[in-house]
């Protein structure tokens, strides 16, 4: 590469090539945290500038483009927001709490491809970057004779087929404990244990609507986690359509503190994690997808757009690429407005318009591409996986439905078929 090539530092950009984090591990949570927003998109060259580059210049500034597309920056959007404030006043008013009270906790539902999971860890993240600051990156509270990391957040996400010891285990799974061979109340009591341990102050359960209230096991899980509550941590649930769910179906909702009140927990009272019968108290805060109806939603949408093209890297885009002309509401019919479906979209787009020489977005372009959400971590039947709009074109031309095999079929009186479409102004 020449001295005085404009990808004199590509070099440094093979970070991108490393396996992202797991965020239900300690050490990959402590990486995530460290390294979230330190990506550093490739720079921007004009089309003479990429065609005067070297065969090995332009493979490597093409990855580094498609890397830049992958990786998008998280936008703040007026929903996103809204999680954000209460996700972070719950937290930092339960961490300065000393009374051993119950703390409230919050539950932050929306659908699925809508960003839950990537805000309240953002808003996690950045309250354990001040705690830990605060308190110069040493437990505040260490327990003599052992040498705990201090983990003031922790993540776990519920298992498909949860039952109170998976669930359990998968917490502690966060801590990197031994879990084998233990009874549900020893598993109880290590969980206790290791929260006031590590300091932890939040705790985390993703996909908590995987949980069916049909089941025994489920129930009993749900009561286990009512019990997490009385280990001074904030809990928070994050799930998909969790009013639909059932998870409140024995809890009521307070007027006066605008909370849902479950009932006390009667796997606590089992295993002796409460000393008093208090009553659970959640905020419900929803994480909704963009609409088109208002001048201030449109122009919310607007903005959003705007934000995605600011770091688009082709090398044809004219501007207002995706802000200009009916583009908005094209890519509001294609996606519902759901943040997730956007992103992949524009991800996909910017890839085929790399692929085909045509570096720009258009509609003809994104008419080709094809949605497809096929996530072997994502739980289709609770509701993880949205509904996806056709294009204008796929439409008119989608396959005839194949014939189902005859023969009795499954009970689908408990499923969650997601979203559906609807139309826009």
Not at 159 to 173: D, F, M, R, Y
Request: net charge neutral.
């Amino acid at each position: 590469m020449s001295h005085d090539s404009p990808l004199q530092d590509l070099d440094l950009a093979a970070g991108f090539l490393e396996p992202p984090p797991r965020r239900d591990t300690y050490a990959g949570w402590q990486r995530w945290r460290a390294g979230r927003g330190h990506f550093a998109p490739a720079p921007r060259l004009t089309l003479g500038q990429w065609r005067a580059l070297s065969p090995r210049e332009r493979s490597l500034y093409d990855l580094h483009r498609t890397a830049t597309h992958v990786n998008l920056p998280l936008q703040e959007t007026p929903m996103s927001l809204k999680v954000s404030r209460l996700v972070n006043r719950r937290i930092r008013n339960n961490a300065l709490k000393t009374r051993p009270s119950t703390r409230a906790g919050v539950m932050v539902t929306g659908w699925g491809y809508q960003g839950k999971t990537e805000t309240v860890c953002e808003v996690a993240a950045a309250f354990e970057d001040a705690w830990l600051a605060m308190h110069h990156h040493l437990h505040p509270q260490p327990t003599p004779g052992t040498r705990d990391v201090h983990a003031p957040v922790a993540y776990a996400q519920t298992p498909v087929t949860a039952k109170p010891k998976s669930t359990c285990q998968a917490i502690l799974g966060f801590f990197g404990a031994e879990t084998k061979r233990l009874t549900l109340p020893e598993l109880i009591r290590q969980l206790a244990a290791s929260l006031d341990d590590h300091g932890t102050k939040a705790l985390i359960l993703d996909d908590i609507t995987r949980l069916r209230m049909h089941r025994a096991d489920d129930q009993d899980t749900l009561d286990l986690i009512r019990a997490f509550m009385s280990m001074n941590v904030t809990l928070i649930l994050v799930g998909v359509d969790i009013l639909g769910s059932g998870l409140l179906r024995q809890g009521h909702f307070d007027e006066h503190t605008r909370q849902w009140v479950l009932p006390p927990s009667q796997h606590a009272r089992v295993h002796g994690l409460e000393a008093t019968q208090t009553e659970r108290r959640f905020d419900l805060v929803e994480l909704d997808r963009f609409r088109y109806t208002t001048p201030g939603q449109i122009t919310a949408f607007h903005d959003h757009l705007a934000g995605l093209e600011a770091n688009l890297r082709l090398l044809k885009a004219p501007p207002g690429m995706l802000t200009g002309g009916r583009m908005p509401e094209y890519l509001m019919r294609r996606t519902d407005g759901v943040v997730g479906l956007l992103e992949r979209l524009i991800e996909d787009g910017c890839q085929e318009a790399m692929d085909s020489g045509k570096e720009t977005l258009d509609e003809d372009l994104l008419d080709d591409v094809v949605l497809s959400l096929d996530d072997p971590e994502r739980d289709a039947l609770a509701g993880e996986v949205p509904a996806i709009p056709g294009s204008s074109r796929t439409r008119t031309t989608a396959a005839p439905r194949p014939a189902c095999a005859r023969g009795r079929g499954r009970n689908t009186v408990f499923d969650d078929h997601g979203p559906r479409g609807q139309a826009h102004g």
